[in-house]
């Protein structure tokens, strides 16, 4: 496995940034000539995994056919003599537009603009390329200071990118009806697990960002899995005026448009969704209206549709960001982020820590593979919608749309590991040894933090709380107790020194030769004299 201290191929690895479910990422520096990078490696174990790695050279592969300024730059791949791909990038300084939104939103409109308008240029030239990114979320904008732009954006993460020019034509879906992505930013074709997914569903997700920038919600939120990709299927978008009176007109008709159910009424390709951004009052002049479910009509409707207002988020690795500080006055945590070129280190297999970002309550974000139970969860509430729903009639108020439970499993795994291995796992409410690291145990979901204890001989225990929540990954690095203090030599006897004539007798101890006399306290042997 690779390690801090270790050189892989002419890079020295310095420090580690982060670690999730898929991957471990890496601060490595050039020794002779001192250049930064960050680097990207698959988990031991999962190198055996053909999707997994399928992936990750996808993702290496996309960004550097599409060449474009705002898109990260990976300079080398590889794989390490224990079998582990790895892959080489730019180092990135700054913070993740998560942790912007985190700090400052609502974002001021003509910032919002700007930075979306870079992100539709650097997928307008993905897209050129026949490379969907799948996965666009505020994880994955990074926002770094360039020459006088202090908000230059570099794209980040094509682990889900899917490649629909040339031989190489990669989906990355697993199975029928799976759905990949993360929830909040989906398009409806997305959510449905469409195979025929193109580069308008990256255009519904930045329409997303961009509601979420000016008015600090995600539009449909819900408290599970399969309630949110339901309302992005059929539920009307919320105003984002309804949310931020001050927005202009112009900036929510063109959320409105991006965000268009219907794939054909979206804006067409990044370029014209760029040239609405850089101009809103001139697109608003001459644009086709649409209510705020997405249907074109003559006026614009600006319903008091809610939107889900995100919750504050925890500290977090997010794709080699990571999240230190202790909370600030309001309860966050202050963040320090260690500069990366992607969020979410686990990829995209298992769910990530908690990422919320605001003030109420929901559920957190995570970028996964939503199995045959969230198309289970789709398929009935779709049928329910289309059931309750009434024949539309001219003026009559629009169905509520259908709710869907909460979907929570029954039990989640989790994977402990320690640094070293070999460290017994105990849970400290029951005392109980769940395993010895590292090992997976399957254990009931809970809201209520567990402290398991980790020990090892020659190592000092380590309690490491975890709420299993969702399946996971609990790692710790053990600490070595320190070396024993060596024995100290015993004291010299004291020698009693007596008065008179018997100070000088036989067997008494002489200075060696040249020795000199110091202070006047002392007497020739170099003992003290009495005192009298």
Same mark, same amino acid.
């Given at each position: 496995?690779?390690?801090?201290?270790?050189?892989?191929?002419?890079?020295?690895?310095?420090?580690?940034?982060?670690?999730?479910?898929?991957?471990?990422?890496?601060?490595?520096?050039?020794?002779?000539?001192?250049?930064?990078?960050?680097?990207?490696?698959?988990?031991?174990?999962?190198?055996?995994?053909?999707?997994?790695?399928?992936?990750?050279?996808?993702?290496?592969? !996309?960004?550097?056919? /599409?060449?474009? +300024?705002?898109?990260?730059?990976?300079?080398? *791949? @590889?794989?390490?003599?224990? &079998? %582990?791909?790895?892959?080489?990038?730019?180092?990135?300084?700054?913070?993740?537009?998560?942790?912007?939104?985190?700090?400052?939103?609502?974002?001021?409109?003509?910032?919002?603009?700007?930075?979306?308008?870079?992100?539709?240029?650097?997928?307008?030239?993905?897209?050129?390329?026949?490379?969907?990114?799948?996965?666009?979320?505020?994880?994955?904008?990074?926002?770094?200071?360039?020459?006088?732009?202090?908000?230059?954006?570099?794209?980040?993460?094509?682990?889900?990118?899917?490649?629909?020019?040339?031989?190489?034509?990669?989906?990355?879906?697993?199975?029928?009806?799976?759905?990949?992505?993360?929830?909040?930013?989906?398009?409806?074709?997305?959510?449905?697990?469409?195979?025929?997914?193109?580069?308008?569903?990256?255009?519904? !997700?930045?329409?997303? /960002?961009?509601? +979420?920038?000016?008015?600090?919600?995600?539009? *449909? @939120?819900?408290?599970?899995? &399969? %309630?949110?990709?339901?309302?992005?299927?059929?539920?009307?978008?919320?105003?984002?005026?309804?949310?931020?009176?001050?927005?202009?007109?112009?900036?929510?008709?063109?959320?409105?448009?991006?965000?268009?159910?219907?794939?054909?009424?979206?804006?067409?390709?990044?370029?014209?969704?760029?040239?609405?951004?850089?101009?809103?009052?001139?697109?608003?002049?001459?644009?086709?209206?649409?209510?705020?479910?997405?249907?074109?009509?003559?006026?614009?409707?600006?319903?008091?549709?809610?939107?889900?207002?995100?919750?504050?988020?925890?500290?977090?690795?997010?794709?080699?960001?990571?999240?230190?500080?202790?909370?600030?006055?309001?309860?966050?945590?202050?963040?320090?982020?260690?500069?990366?070129?992607?969020?979410?280190?686990?990829?995209?297999?298992?769910?990530?820590?908690?990422?919320?970002?605001?003030?109420?309550?929901?559920?957190?974000?995570?970028?996964?593979?939503?199995?045959?139970?969230?198309?289970?969860?789709?398929?009935?509430?779709?049928?329910?919608?289309?059931?309750?729903?009434?024949?539309?009639?001219?003026?009559?108020?629009?169905?509520?749309?259908?709710?869907?439970?909460?979907?929570?499993?029954?039990?989640?795994?989790?994977?402990?590991?320690?640094?070293?291995?070999?460290?017994?796992?105990?849970?400290?409410?029951?005392?109980?040894?769940?395993?010895?690291?590292?090992?997976?145990?399957?254990?009931?979901?809970?809201?209520?933090?567990?402290?398991?204890?980790?020990?090892?001989?020659?190592?000092?225990?380590?309690?490491?709380?975890?709420?299993?929540?969702?399946?996971?990954?609990?790692?710790?690095?053990?600490?070595?107790?320190?070396?024993?203090?060596?024995?100290?030599?015993?004291?010299?006897?004291?020698?009693?020194?007596?008065?008179?004539?018997?100070?000088?007798?036989?067997?008494?101890?002489?200075?060696?030769?040249?020795?000199?006399?110091?202070?006047?306290?002392?007497?020739?042997?170099?003992?003290?004299?009495?005192?009298?």
């Amino acid at each position: 496995m690779i390690a801090v201290g270790q050189t892989i191929g002419n890079y020295l690895i310095t420090a580690k940034l982060g670690e999730g479910g898929m991957g471990v990422v890496y601060l490595a520096e050039h020794p002779v000539i001192g250049r930064k990078v960050a680097m990207k490696a698959i988990h031991p174990e999962l190198s055996r995994n053909p999707e997994v790695v399928s992936r990750f050279v996808t993702e290496a592969k !996309s960004v550097n056919q /599409i060449g474009n +300024e705002h898109i990260v730059d990976i300079h080398d *791949f @590889g794989t390490t003599t224990d &079998g %582990e791909f790895y892959f080489i990038m730019e180092f990135l300084q700054g913070e993740a537009l998560v942790d912007r939104l985190k700090r400052a939103a609502p974002l001021d409109p003509a910032r919002a603009l700007a930075i979306a308008e870079q992100v539709t240029d650097a997928l307008g030239s993905s897209h050129q390329h026949g490379i969907i990114h799948r996965d666009l979320k505020p994880e994955n904008i990074f926002l770094i200071t360039k020459g006088h732009a202090t908000d230059f954006v570099k794209v980040l993460d094509f682990g889900l990118a899917k490649l629909t020019l040339g031989e190489d034509k990669v989906s990355h879906k697993t199975r029928t009806g799976s759905v990949m992505g993360t929830p909040y930013y989906m398009s409806p074709e997305q959510c449905e697990g469409k195979a025929n997914i193109d580069h308008r569903s990256d255009i519904y !997700s930045l329409g997303v /960002i961009l509601f +979420e920038m000016v008015t600090k919600c995600v539009p *449909f @939120g819900g408290e599970g899995y &399969g %309630e949110i990709i339901v309302k992005h299927i059929t539920a009307p978008i919320p105003s984002p005026r309804a949310l931020n009176p001050l927005l202009p007109y112009a900036i929510e008709a063109i959320i409105l448009r991006a965000m268009a159910k219907r794939r054909d009424e979206r804006f067409q390709t990044m370029e014209e969704f760029g040239a609405a951004l850089r101009d809103p009052e001139a697109y608003l002049a001459s644009a086709p209206v649409f209510e705020a479910d997405g249907a074109p009509s003559a006026p614009i409707a600006l319903p008091n549709a809610g939107a889900a207002a995100p919750a504050g988020r925890a500290d977090s690795v997010v794709s080699g960001q990571v999240v230190f500080g202790e909370p600030d006055a309001d309860g966050h945590a202050e963040t320090v982020p260690v500069p990366t070129t992607f969020r979410e280190a686990a990829g995209e297999l298992t769910p990530g820590p908690e990422d919320d970002i605001f003030a109420t309550e929901r559920k957190p974000r995570h970028t996964g593979l939503i199995l045959a139970g969230a198309g289970a969860v789709i398929a009935a509430g779709l049928a329910a919608y289309l059931i309750t729903r009434p024949t539309p009639v001219e003026n009559q108020p629009k169905p509520a749309v259908a709710t869907v439970p909460q979907v929570t499993p029954t039990k989640v795994k989790l994977n402990f590991k320690s640094d070293p291995a070999g460290a017994a796992v105990l849970r400290k409410d029951t005392n109980e040894q769940i395993g010895v690291t590292p090992f997976a145990v399957e254990l009931p979901a809970a809201d209520t933090p567990i402290d398991f204890l980790f020990k090892k001989d020659a190592y000092r225990e380590k309690i490491e709380p975890f709420a299993p929540k969702e399946s996971g990954q609990v790692a710790v690095t053990l600490v070595a107790n320190p070396a024993p203090a060596p024995e100290q030599p015993a004291p010299h006897a004291e020698v009693k020194v007596e008065a008179g004539p018997k100070a000088n007798q036989a067997g008494r101890h002489k200075p060696p030769a040249g020795h000199k006399r110091s202070g006047h306290a002392m007497d020739e042997d170099g003992v003290l004299a009495p005192s009298f």
